[in-house]
């Protein structure tokens, strides 16, 4: 059974750090590109950051320079590290393997940036 575990979120002031843990279990991590999207009220979800099996990194222009993915494959996780943050990056935040068809998500983790 696939599953894909979100935690980190959180209230944070503007400024702020959080970092955001996605724990994968039931498929073969290293086979899937992973990353992470949000999806604000009122808006449709967008990708934040994102790698392929091959490495290579995708991060949305609103975002970069702010925030930094990684995975630890002997660990089966992947991670969103987000520093400087803006009342705009508040969404819920979730986790996404993906393989040609195959697309799991986890069940979210909110993240507000107010004061």
């Known amino acids: 059974q696939v599953q894909l575990v979100e935690s980190g979120g959180g209230l944070v002031q503007p400024g702020g750090s959080l970092r955001l843990s996605c724990a994968a279990s039931?498929?073969?991590?290293?086979?899937?590109?992973m990353g992470w999207y949000r999806q604000a009220p009122g808006k449709q979800r967008e990708l934040v950051a994102r790698?392929?099996?091959?490495?290579?990194?995708m991060y949305a222009v609103s975002v970069r320079g702010r925030f930094t993915i990684s995975r630890d494959n002997a660990k089966n996780t992947i991670y969103l590290g987000m520093s400087s943050l803006k009342p705009e990056d508040t969404a819920v935040y979730y986790c996404?393997?993906?393989?040609?068809?195959?697309?799991?998500w986890g069940q979210g983790t909110q993240v507000t940036v107010s004061s």
């Open positions: 039931g498929f073969i991590f290293s086979n899937y590109h």
């Open positions: 790698f392929n099996t091959y490495g290579t990194l």
């Open positions: 996404n393997a993906n393989r040609q068809s195959l697309d799991y």
